[in-house]
């Protein structure tokens, strides 16, 4: 196993390269560096586990390796973002986790600029209430479309905000409102039904940290002109040719897992993601939560995920 990985297009033009050169005992010495026999030695373990997600994938337990191929979704978000595309001055999403952290490093890394004729997107993810009066004083309620996404409809901040929007809206929400949640059940699809709300659903294995790649994501996204196309594209590619090897010399996040995995063995119980660019900032933050829920929610395993800005 070679200390990097790299995926390619037809052409053979690099696209994408992770490099662990520096973390090897080579260039660090062998008390706090990976000794290539250790790499070596975890070849057989990544094949096995490629071997058990794919047998995971067949079955429909990890649905959200499907979500860049669900193109009626991906069409129901575009009429949504046509029906109110012009309407408004700003877009504010209403969610917390992922359904937040995806929006605000898409935002941050793609969106174009306001005088572009697009809507500001704001993200409020919390119920701070100096953190709600400095955007109440930045946006004009009647002018704003509020994103509304919870799956399971009993998010307390969510529909707190939720109850706030209906009272600045003088409890019509009919124009200003889109719902994104559960197609059957939960509170949200309950006020969303009764309030007569544009909704759009969140696929199975399409909420919480997935739900970037979902309408919780591409919707804030279409509206602010980001190219949700070529952002599902990339997502499609990683899955179908970028990761899609069992070997890590060919799989640039199995390699990640291995050095990952071996660092955290040698007792560096901490990940830091610092990306050299203020576009990219928040998708470190995005990184600390998508690994901390992935790894950290039934039990503690694996390294402490950091965020940092270089």
């Known amino acids: 196993m070679s200390p990097s990985a790299e995926s390619s297009e037809p052409n053979g033009k690099a696209e994408l390269r ?32 490629h071997a058990v997600l794919e047998q995971l994938r067949r079955s429909g337990k990890v ?47 793609l969106c174009p600029p306001p005088s572009d004729g697009f809507p500001r997107l704001y993200v409020q993810d919390n119920i701070d209430p100096d953190a709600l009066r400095a955007l109440l004083d930045t946006i004009e309620p009647a002018n704003t479309l509020f994103i509304v996404i919870s799956k399971s409809g009993s998010t ?17 929400m009919t124009k200003n409102v889109v719902a994104i949640t559960d197609s059957k059940k939960g509170a949200l699809r309950r006020v969303a039904d ?17 739900s970037v790649r979902s309408p919780g994501g591409r919707l804030p996204a279409a509206v602010c002109g980001i190219d949700i196309d070529g952002l599902l594209a990339g997502a499609a590619g990683a899955d179908s040719e970028r990761c899609a090897s069992a070997s890590p010399d060919e799989n640039a996040a199995y390699m990640a897992a291995a050095g990952e995995y071996l660092l955290y063995q040698k007792g560096h119980p ?23 829920a992935s790894l950290g929610n039934t039990s503690t395993v694996g390294p402490t995920p950091i965020r940092a800005v270089g």
């Open 63 to 109: 649905a959200f390796y499907d979500l860049p191929y669900m193109h009626q979704s991906i069409a129901r978000v575009k009429e949504v973002a046509a029906n109110v595309a012009g309407e408004f001055e700003a877009v504010v999403v209403l969610g917390i986790g992922g359904s937040a952290l995806g929006a605000i490093a898409l935002r941050s890394a």
């Open 270 to 292: 901490l990940s830091v993601l610092m990306p050299y660019s203020s576009a990219l900032a928040h998708v470190a933050d995005w990184y600390r939560q998508l690994w901390a």
């Open 18 to 49: 992770f490099d662990f050169t520096n973390a090897m005992a080579g260039t660090v010495g062998p008390e706090h560096g990976v000794e290539q026999g250790e790499l070596d030695g975890l070849t057989n373990r990544l094949a096995e586990g």
């Open 156 to 172: 307390v901040e969510t529909m707190s905000q939720l109850l706030l929007v209906r009272s600045l809206l003088r409890g019509d």
């Open 194 to 210: 009764e309030e007569c709300l544009d909704s759009l659903e969140v696929p199975a294995g399409g909420g919480g940290r997935c």
